[in-house]
């Protein structure tokens, strides 16, 4: 019952600001774009500590194709998830009692 209540705040927390992240910036404002904000070497600190813990290759592949999606995406994609590992942790609702009378 904790995991389904924790993973509901995450989500709340990532659509409320994939929402907020969608409004307030510039139209088109891509994840390098907005990490770039942040500080003017994040994404290349990104792209070092990811080719140094992991590899090339899954900087090629995975974390590339995510740097020119809108900002906005990546939260919005993380809620989705997190709701779903919600409504699957959920305990089992309880039947409804027999009264032991029959119709």
């Keep these: 019952m904790n995991v389904s209540r924790i993973f509901t705040v995450v989500a709340?927390?990532?659509?409320?600001?994939?929402f907020a992240l969608m409004m307030l910036p510039p139209d088109g404002l891509s994840l390098k774009e907005g990490l770039a904000q942040?500080?003017?070497?994040?994404p290349e600190a990104l792209m070092n500590g990811v080719r140094r813990t992991l590899g090339a290759e899954v900087w090629a592949r995975v974390f590339l194709p995510l740097l020119v999606r809108p900002v906005w995406m990546l939260p919005l994609s993380l809620g989705v998830v997190c709701?779903?590992?919600?409504a699957t942790t959920m305990p089992p609702t309880e039947s409804p009692r027999r009264t032991g009378r029959r119709l």
């Design 12 to 18: 709340a927390v990532l659509l409320v600001t994939a």
């Design 38 to 42: 942040i500080g003017p070497n994040t």
């Design 83 to 86: 709701v779903g590992v919600a």
